[in-house]
């Protein structure tokens, strides 16, 4: 399964909003400074997850974007939905039933067992980063961090985050 850029650019970016002090913003160009993307391109996605629930927006030349929900309530699942959609990753067109020398419409009365079984592994996977919060990434990454990581990100929210009333 492949999931576009917009799945990674808004994980990213809600994990990176995740480190606002209280009552600050982030820009959507701030956002994408950091992470080297597009704007515009992130900029659709970071509205798909404010209209979501998972961000707020706030509007203004000093407007910017923040969580809406503690990291630890903003499951992956959330983020991936709010960009890619719920419909399912493999859609099955039925193309049993095509082709030359058809059989009986009866044999096809049960569902598709590859259809059944894509479905499967999909709620298996989806029932994985359901599990899994903005939090729990945050934790997984101070594991491992020498401290380098977090003091990029610090260094770049000092110098861009953006104060105001909550």
Same mark, same amino acid.
Do not use: W
């Given at each position: ?65 923040? /969580? !809406? %929900? ?14 890619? +959609? *719920?419909?399912? @990753? ?38 994985? /980063? !359901? %599990? ?14 020498? +401290? *380098?990581?977090? @003091? ?15």
């Amino acid at each position: 399964m492949k999931m576009g850029d917009g799945v990674e650019q808004a994980i990213h970016s809600v994990a990176m909003l995740s480190g606002l002090s209280e009552g600050s913003v982030l820009s959507a160009a701030a956002l994408a400074e950091f992470h080297g993307v597009s704007t515009s391109y992130l900029l659709k996605h970071l509205q798909a997850l404010s209209g979501a629930g998972i961000l707020d927006t706030v509007p203004g030349p000093k407007g910017g974007y923040r /969580l !809406a %929900k503690a990291p630890k309530d903003i499951s992956l699942l959330d983020i991936v939905l709010a960009v890619a +959609g *719920s419909a399912p @990753a493999f859609r099955c067109a039925e193309i049993r039933q095509r082709g030359p020398n058809p059989v009986s419409d009866r044999l096809f009365a049960q569902p598709c067992t590859i259809n059944a079984a894509m479905l499967k592994a999909e709620r298996v996977y989806r029932a994985e /980063l !359901a %599990k899994t919060s903005l939090a729990d990434i945050g934790i997984e990454l101070a594991a491992v961090d020498d +401290g *380098s990581i977090a @003091a990029r990100g610090c260094a770049f929210l000092e110098i861009h985050e953006r104060k105001t009333a909550r």
